[in-house]
């Protein structure tokens, strides 16, 4: 038996154009045992528009543990698709 997964799901919390749980029935239907949401963190002083800021990383996450507890035909993941480098923009790993 194949244990179908996704880990790299991307939601309106950075560059995707759906709600976290607008993918759940779709997964399911596709067979997938398992999916994880990899929202896109980028950690720089200005905002990016493709990637969450570190001050809605606390919400991205409340949220899918909510949706988490509330799916039970598929395990829901959270993960974050960290990018800390781009030429020209200043870290701020002291946010974190």
Known sequence: ???KTDY???SWFSDGRSAP???IAPAIAAGLSEIG???HLVLFS???DWSMNV???PGYLDHIKKLRENVRDIIVRTGLEVD???QGKKMRFNHI
Do not use: G, K, N, T
Request: proline share 5%.
């Open 8 to 10: 790299h799901i991307h």
């Open 55 to 57: 001050s809605e990383v």
């Open 21 to 23: 749980e607008d993918y």
């Open 37 to 39: 949401f990899s929202e």
């Open 84 to 86: 800390f480098f781009l």
């Open 1 to 3: 038996m194949a244990y």
């Open 46 to 48: 200005e905002p990016l």
